[in-house]
């Protein structure tokens, strides 16, 4: 004869032994729930479009990834040129930065729109060891910054195993 498990009396009972979801819609009208609980609704109207694209220009966002020759930062610039952009090495920093302003204006027959925005962003990278800093490098192309750090010949050395004793 199978054996016939017993099902919680009522949700809370349930909730409160720690049972599974003993409606199908449960778990579904929790997430809901969730959702307008962190919904925010006290945001100000500049939170959202089109103003949103200002907090966007404060931390761009940039790739750090390590090549063989050595390591190539990417940083995505839509809306700048070159000349809105500056790469500066102090100290051992990398640092970039720049300046985004943007006029517009749209008229129509009963229609006016005219946006102003500007924005200014400023990333920081400790350079690491090994990199030729007379060799750096910097290409800017539709938008997107490349910057070149090449490892020093020291630097490029292969790898040396070495052997762990066993005391």
């Known amino acids: 004869m199978a054996e016939q498990s017993k099902l919680p009396a009522s949700r809370e ?3 409160a032994s720690g ?16 959702l307008f609980d962190e919904f925010p609704s006290r945001r100000s109207l500049a939170d959202f479009q089109p103003f949103d694209r200002l907090m966007s220009a ?4 940039v790739d750090f990834v390590e090549k063989d020759g050595g390591y190539e930062i990417t940083a995505e610039l839509p809306g700048l040129d070159e000349k809105n952009v500056d790469v500066k ?3 051992g ?8 302003k943007e006029e517009k204006e749209e008229k129509r027959e009963g229609y006016y729109c005219s946006e102003r925005r500007y ?12 990199v030729d800093s007379d060799k750096i490098t910097a290409d800017f192309e539709k938008g997107v910054l490349k ?9 490029k050395k292969e790898e040396k195993k070495i052997e762990i004793a066993a005391k």
Request: aromatic share 10%.
């Open 89 to 91: 090495l102090s100290n």
């Open 119 to 130: 924005g200014s962003f400023r990333r920081a990278f400790r350079v690491p060891e090994g």
């Open 93 to 100: 920093v990398l640092s970039i930065s720049g300046e985004k």
């Open 58 to 61: 404060a931390a761009p966002p």
């Open 19 to 34: 049972g599974f979801d003993w409606h199908p819609l449960e778990s579904f009208r929790r997430q809901f729930d969730r």
């Open 147 to 155: 910057i070149k750090l090449p490892k020093t010949a020291e630097s």
């Open 13 to 15: 009972s349930a909730q």
